[in-house]
C-alpha cells in the first residue's frame, strides 16, 4: 500500500499571502495525484488532478505541481474562503486509493 | 449536474451492521464507478472500496474486504455501503463519491451520513 505523507501538518498564513503544501509518496506514482480542500462540516472537493490540472470551476490561485515521489499544492494570495484541510490521494496503485492525514491551512 | 443523496444519521450496536444509501442523478450510473470513504471525528479520509454498476464489479480495501459489501440498483440508480461487525472504531462520517472517468481520483461527494456505534 502506497503511505502519502503531508507537510506541514499545519500552516499559518495571512490573508493574501501564498501557500505552499507538500505531498511525498512511499513510491513513484507517476503524476496520478489529486488535491481536495475540506472545510469544516462538508464533503471534499477536488483541486487538482493528474498533478497539475485543476478541476472544473476551481479558481486559478489553485496550482499543483510535482511527479513522482514528490508533489505541491500552491495557493497564491490566499483568500478567507481558502483556510481549510487539503489532502492529497494517489490513484496509481490500487485498491486501495491512498490519502494524505491532511494538512490543515490556518489563518495567521 | 451529478448528484449524490445519502441516507441520514445512524446509531448502532457494536457487533450489528449498518446499510447506507446513496441515490445518484445526472450521470451515467451504470457507466460511472462510485467509491465509499470514510472519515473518524477529527481524523483523514480513508478508502473503503468502489463498484462499477455497467457489471457489478468491486474492489475493497484489504482492511475492509471481509465485512464491506458496496453494491448497486440500476433500476433506482442507487449505491448501497453495508458495513457488518461493527465496532466504536466504525464511528465516522461515510461518503458516498463518484469517480473520475478520466482516472482513479474522485470528482462529487455525497453529503455524507454519520454512523455512530456506540453501546
Known amino acids: 500500500e502506497i503511505v502519502m505523507t503531508q507537510s506541514p501538518a499545519t500552516l499559518s498564513v495571512s490573508p493574501g499571502e501564498r501557500a505552499t503544501l507538500y505531498c511525498r509518496a512511499s513510491q513513484s506514482v507517476g503524476n496520478n495525484l489529486a488535491w481536495y480542500q475540506q472545510k469544516p462540516g462538508q464533503a471534499p472537493r477536488l483541486l487538482i488532478y493528474?498533478?497539475?490540472t485543476r478541476a472544473s470551476g476551481i479558481e486559478d490561485r489553485f496550482s499543483g505541481s510535482g511527479s513522482g515521489t514528490e508533489f505541491t499544492l500552491t495557493i497564491s494570495r490566499l483568500q478567507s474562503e481558502d483556510f481549510a484541510v487539503y489532502y492529497c490521494q494517489q490513484y496509481e496503485y490500487w485498491p486501495p486509493y491512498t490519502f494524505g492525514q491532511g494538512a490543515k491551512v490556518e489563518i495567521k | 449536474q451529478v448528484q449524490l443523496v445519502q441516507s441520514g444519521s445512524e446509531v448502532k450496536k457494536p457487533g450489528s451492521s449498518v446499510k447506507v444509501s446513496c441515490a445518484t442523478s445526472?450521470?451515467?450510473?451504470?457507466?460511472?464507478?462510485f467509491s465509499w470513504v470514510r472519515q473518524a471525528p477529527g481524523q483523514g479520509l480513508e478508502w473503503l472500496g468502489r463498484i462499477t454498476p455497467i457489471h457489478d464489479t468491486t474492489h475493497y480495501a484489504q482492511k475492509f474486504e471481509a465485512r464491506v459489501a458496496i453494491t448497486a440498483d440500476k433500476s433506482t440508480t442507487t449505491v448501497y455501503m453495508e458495513l457488518s461487525s461493527l465496532t466504536s472504531d466504525d464511528t465516522a462520517t461515510y461518503y458516498c463519491a463518484r469517480d473520475a472517468a478520466r482516472g482513479y481520483y474522485i470528482d462529487h461527494w455525497g453529503q455524507g451520513t454519520l454512523v455512530t456505534v456506540s453501546s
Open positions: 445526472g450521470g451515467a450510473f451504470t457507466r460511472t464507478t
Open positions: 493528474g498533478a497539475s
